[in-house]
């Protein structure tokens, strides 16, 4: 019986990129769906458990992508509410690689500090979805969380929805200039940058002069990058003391993890993968 991957994309194409690290990752066949809605979710699900017994269900999955986070959630949410009893089949959200992405930068940020419990993190521009995820998951590692906005009602926001969806607490700072910046980053171990593209959140001659920071991970590859002096490709390159990680070098983790992640799909039929599920696969990955 052949692994089946129901692709869901909520975008006029869907994506690429996902279909190509599904078959990487095991799937056989690809049902890839564009344009979704909420409305589409319930009889494109009852296409996939109606069609195989509960002891065959295995063979059966969903991966949730495409480019809104916002509207992915909601697809995730409304594909979890169809199922009922054994009518099940396990299902991946990762929309835009949110969750590979955040889980794979947090592991490498906890792999380097040998733990986060009581250590101080700062994720700088953290209200995005890889921001949002990569402060939720170091927050349940018992990581002392700072996260920044240039606007302190979107710092606000994102702290609200950090504890309604992972229950932790964290700092918000409104951050504008280099000296906001210091100070949000004062007595912090390692910092994330997860700004938009293209923006310098990080002075390369202000994190050289921190000597507590000891982990810099940028997940911005498009130049100039998110903080200054780290190269895309560094993983885990050593500058007087500290740990740096470029987009690149955080991404090849990501792809093991996106791949991993659909391999185990398929190996039950009630799996649910999402933040703290890929995060957990990450860590696997590191050893950790």
């Not at 509960?54 to 809104?68: C, K, Q, R, T, Y």
């Not at 009893?85 to 940020?109: E, Q, S, Y």
Request: hydrophobic share 45%; net charge negative; aromatic share 6%.
């Amino acid at each position: 019986m052949k692994k089946v991957l129901l692709q869901l994309d909520p975008d006029g194409q869907p994506s690429v990129f996902d279909a190509v690290t599904a078959i990487d990752g095991g799937a056989e066949v690809i049902l890839r769906h564009s344009g979704v809605a909420v409305d589409d979710v319930e009889g494109l699900i009852f296409g996939a458990i109606f069609t195989r017994g509960p002891e065959d269900l295995h063979n059966s999955a969903v991966f949730i992508g495409g480019s809104s986070v916002v509207t992915g959630e909601a697809l995730f949410e409304a594909v979890k509410k169809v199922f009922f009893g054994p009518l099940r089949v396990a299902v991946m959200f990762d929309a835009n690689g949110c969750n590979t992405t955040a889980a794979a930068a947090a592991a490498k940020i906890a792999q380097s500090l040998d733990g986060l419990s009581g250590r101080k993190v700062t994720v700088l521009s953290g209200t995005g979805p890889v921001g949002l995820r990569g402060a939720g998951l170091l927050a349940l590692e018992g990581a002392s969380v700072c996260l920044t906005s240039r606007c302190a009602d979107r710092a606000a926001d994102a702290a609200s929805k950090l504890q309604e969806r992972f229950g932790v607490e964290v700092e918000p700072m409104t951050v504008s200039t280099a000296e906001e910046t210091a100070r949000a980053l004062k007595d912090a171990e390692a910092v994330l940058a997860a700004g938009a593209s293209g923006v310098t959140l990080l002075p390369e001659s202000l994190w050289k002069g921190l000597p507590g920071l000891r982990v810099l991970a940028d997940v911005n590859a498009v130049p100039p990058l998110g903080i200054e002096g780290v190269k895309s490709h560094w993983d885990g390159r050593e500058i007087e003391g500290k740990i740096l990680f470029g987009a690149l070098g955080i991404g090849g983790l990501k792809m093991k993890v996106h791949k991993g992640v659909v391999a185990r799909l398929f190996r039950s039929n009630d799996a649910i993968f999402d933040a703290e599920e890929i995060y957990a696969v990450a860590k696997e990955h590191l050893g950790l």
